[in-house]
């Protein structure tokens, strides 16, 4: 009930829609302070299974299929001693793992919960690591600042996707990527494609990883049930199993069914 009015209210203007995805990320970063919840997107995992595993720390293992999906984003440019950017970094273990397996020079966490980025800076100790609070569609940095700009699975929260994009393209160097990932309603896709052919970067790849992200769910469904029911008070249990998009869900179904579709892209601003 509560996670169907959320999505109604969503709907009614893009004010609003960013102004209740901004107060349910503020709640969940108040409500839950566990440094062992770093992630919150729905992962990612090979179709085959003798596909050689990525290699983690042992502490890294909980987290393998979110880690998972970020290797698939980030990893496709080698960002050894570049500057990156993550816009929604969320609870930073994205970020995180950037900066400790693929090794930039410096990464930068921006999220518009305040509450979120405190908990990264207090959680995370890593030289060249930081976060720091704002919006994704009025980015606080200046012109050509950084190499490579992560966004994973949060722009279908923006209230406005254009205004999003021009601030990518504004904030990259020449020559600089743009690796995302996101999943929109299949009536949706046309639009986001339209979207970023008018972004003013290139697009060099585009794969549909919904399949690898249903995979990801069904291997990943036991664990986060039980981290779930831990976590979360009986009241809010229903809709946060929504949100995290366990078996049955609206959203597994929606990915299950292919209402929903999950897409990876990689953007280039020109060199001109």
Same mark, same amino acid.
């Given at each position: 009930?509560?996670? *169907?009015?959320?999505?109604?209210?969503?709907?009614?203007?893009?004010?609003?829609?960013?102004?209740?995805?901004?107060?349910?990320?503020?709640?969940?970063?108040?409500?839950?302070?566990?440094?062992?919840?770093?992630?919150?997107?729905?992962?990612?995992?090979?179709?085959?299974?003798? =596909?050689?595993?990525? @290699?983690?720390?042992?502490?890294?293992?909980? @987290?393998?299929?979110?880690?998972?999906?970020?290797?698939?984003?980030? /990893?496709?440019?080698? %960002?050894?001693?570049?500057?990156?950017?993550?816009?929604?970094? !969320?609870?930073?273990?994205? /970020?995180?793992?950037?900066?400790?397996?693929?090794?930039?020079?410096?990464?930068? !966490?921006?999220?518009?919960?305040?509450?979120?980025?405190?908990?990264?800076?207090?959680?995370?100790?890593?030289?060249? %690591?930081?976060?720091?609070?704002?919006?994704?569609? &009025?980015?606080?940095?200046?012109? @050509?600042?950084?190499?490579?700009?992560?966004?994973?699975?949060?722009?279908?929260?923006?209230? /406005?996707?254009? $205004? &999003?994009? *021009?601030?990518?393209?504004?904030?990259?160097?020449?020559?600089?990527?743009?690796?995302? $990932?996101?999943?929109?309603?299949?009536?949706?896709?046309?639009?986001?494609? *339209?979207?970023?052919?008018?972004?003013?970067?290139?697009?060099? *790849?585009?794969?549909?990883?919904?399949?690898?992200?249903?995979?990801?769910?069904?291997?990943? @469904?036991?664990?986060?049930?039980?981290? +779930?029911?831990?976590? +979360?008070?009986?009241? #809010?249990?229903?809709?946060?199993?929504?949100? =995290?998009?366990?078996?049955? /869900?609206?959203?597994?179904?929606?990915?299950?069914?292919?209402?929903?579709?999950?897409?990876?892209?990689? #953007?280039?601003?020109?060199?001109?």
């Amino acid at each position: 009930m509560l996670a *169907k009015l959320f999505t109604t209210l969503c709907k009614i203007s893009p004010y609003l829609k960013r102004l209740l995805w901004r107060q349910w990320y503020q709640f969940l970063a108040g409500y839950c302070q566990k440094k062992d919840w770093s992630f919150m997107n729905y992962g990612y995992a090979p179709l085959d299974h003798q =596909a050689e595993k990525l @290699n983690l720390e042992d502490a890294d293992e909980p @987290n393998r299929y979110c880690i998972q999906l970020y290797h698939h984003v980030a /990893s496709v440019v080698n %960002l050894k001693d570049l500057n990156v950017l993550e816009v929604s970094s !969320g609870r930073g273990g994205g /970020s995180h793992y950037i900066k400790r397996y693929l090794e930039p020079k410096t990464i930068v !966490g921006v999220d518009f919960s305040e509450k979120a980025t405190a908990f990264c800076n207090k959680s995370y100790s890593v030289e060249e %690591l930081s976060f720091v609070t704002d919006d994704a569609e &009025f980015l606080p940095f200046e012109d @050509n600042s950084f190499d490579v700009l992560v966004n994973v699975e949060s722009s279908h929260c923006y209230g /406005s996707m254009d $205004a &999003f994009l *021009k601030q990518v393209k504004r904030v990259l160097r020449q020559g600089g990527y743009f690796l995302y $990932a996101d999943f929109r309603g299949k009536y949706k896709i046309d639009t986001l494609h *339209k979207q970023l052919r008018h972004s003013g970067m290139t697009l060099i *790849k585009e794969t549909n990883i919904t399949p690898n992200v249903i995979e990801a769910l069904n291997l990943d @469904n036991e664990h986060k049930m039980v981290f +779930i029911q831990k976590l +979360i008070p009986r009241l #809010l249990l229903k809709s946060f199993q929504q949100f =995290a998009g366990v078996k049955s /869900s609206k959203i597994y179904e929606g990915f299950r069914t292919g209402r929903v579709i999950y897409l990876s892209f990689v #953007l280039q601003k020109c060199v001109c």
